[in-house]
């Protein structure tokens, strides 16, 4: 069974980055055709697929927030990260990984197949 579990801190301030983990178990993130996607639901609204990063290191990006978004992964450690620059209040949200069916951009939980319980991030001063 594959599990994931999402990390880093619950509150960033206004223009700062965020620097989310991912660590995945019962499974290798290199394994062929497996792809590892952040998503976020802001409170009050639908989910929003941020990007991916595939078995071979090759990454995906929402065009909305590709200028803002890096995602890379540390084999040794089995770990997906997520970094988000220059955040403002609208970034405030729940993020979550998970491994993701093709195609990329799902923005229901149908297109996954496993994910993490997710993690708060409030951005405020």
């Known amino acids: 069974q594959v599990q994931l579990q999402e990390s880093g801190p619950g509150l960033v301030k206004p223009s700062q980055t965020l620097s989310l983990t991912c660590t995945v178990s019962?499974?290798?993130?290199?394994?062929?055709?497996?792809?590892w996607s952040w998503i976020r639901q802001p409170p009050g609204k639908g989910l929003e697929w941020m990007g991916a990063?595939?078995?071979?290191?090759?990454?995906y990006y929402s065009p909305s927030l590709k200028s803002r978004t890096s995602i890379s992964r540390d084999t040794s450690k089995n770990q997906i990260t997520l970094q988000l620059n220059s955040v403002t209040p609208e970034d405030t949200a729940v993020y979550y990984c998970?491994?993701?069916?093709?195609?990329?951009?799902?923005?229901?939980?149908?297109?996954?197949?496993?994910r993490g319980q997710g993690t708060q991030v409030t951005v405020s001063s």
């Open positions: 998970a491994r993701e069916r093709l195609p990329l951009g799902g923005t229901t939980w149908t297109n996954y197949e496993y």
């Open positions: 990063i595939s078995y071979d290191g090759s990454t």
């Open positions: 019962g499974g290798s993130i290199t394994t062929k055709s497996r792809y």
